[in-house]
């Protein structure tokens, strides 16, 4: 099997469509799918060394496997990371990277603007086992200083953050944190690999949800860690290969196909969302939009100044609460209702009754989630048809 050494220094997009793929005897054009669990050794010296570490070789697809490999390989390029490992979904990456970096005793800080289930690992589980947790306003620079001052091991954020597409400073957090000694971890799923590189801006490691727009076609969970060499060999490997949150070589594979499209899909849903995001600030009954890309967002300048593009997330709140909330939603025929997000189907959520029903409504309110707000995840579909459905939705409620 060789590996096309050649790859690493091509153009971001030929790294999409070919990074990290390994040729089997047989000279396949697509990355070959390895459905196995295990590997046989020619000799018992053979299976000594491996486990000693001195043979480089598949031992079981728990620690690493071929499809697998691929997949990592070709993240690990277009994020230019030392080093990546995958997980069977994003929730076993935030879990798996959030336990591979702290223990009973530590402190970890993070953004209150939390997909639901980092929010619940956050508050919840993570003080089960001894780790003090904090929540501060992610925008609010003076909170982040006041709280790493009193010393953290570790910083969680997710920008632009669900559902409320807020964005926090990348750069003045990891000097705030590197200052205090503090590892950051940087949910990355809204972004994409594509339009925003946590680690220039100094994090340690970033996570994503490969279930969204990596894969993008509604067909599988999947997850990935993305940091130094060092982080990945000394903090996570051992971690990973004993507790046994992997990826499946399936998932894996179709995740490459998904890669070899992602440039194209993200640039469309880009055009699509501002597009509709635009439409949305001239339609009446809608009290508010929200989205990086126009220049009402709170943080325009700082949107366009860390990402390269504002995603495919947009967010309105649709004047009536959630009586018209939730009969705009049924009255849609075309967007389908979804929490999912990153799809080439465009979809809805209402955020205060699904992924963020957990919350008190005044945690809610802290965070901005009203009971009428809305949010779209803006597809591959054409434009006009997206717009056509919102509007007869608006119109006939
Ligand atoms: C979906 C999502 C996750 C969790 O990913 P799964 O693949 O569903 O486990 C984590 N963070 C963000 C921001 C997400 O959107």
Known sequence: MTRDEKAMAYRPQTQLVRGGQMRSPFDETAEALYL???YVYKCAEDAEAAFKGDLDRFIYSRYANPTIAMFEERMRLMEGAEACRATGSGMGAVFTALLSLTKAGDRVVASRALFGSCLFIITELLPRYGIETVLVDGTDMAQWEAELAKGAACVFVETPANPTLEIIDLRALCDLAKSAGAKVIVDNVFATPLLQKPLEFGADVVVYSATKHIDGQGRTLGGVI?????????????????????????????????????????????????????????????????????ESHPQAALARRQMGGPSSLVTFTIEGGKE??????????????????????????????????????EERAAMGIGDGMVRLSVGLEDVEDVKEDIFQALIGR
């Open 36 to 38: 196995t669990s295990g």
């Open 226 to 294: 993305l940091g130094t060499e060092k982080y990945v060999l000394e903090d996570l490997q051992p971690f990973t290969r004993h507790t046994g949150p992997a990826m499946s070589p399936f998932n894996a594979w179709v995740l490459l196909k998904g890669l070899e499209t992602l440039e194209l899909r993200v640039q469309r849903h880009c055009e699509n969302a501002l597009a509709l995001a635009q439409f949305l600030e001239q339609q009446p009954g809608i009290e508010r939009v929200l989205y990086p890309g126009l």
């Open 324 to 361: 018209r909330a939730f009969s705009f939603l049924n009255s849609l025929k075309l967007i389908d209702i979804s929490n999912n997000l990153g799809d080439s189907k465009s979809l809805i959520t209402h955020p205060a009754t699904t992924t963020h029903q957990r919350l008190k409504p």
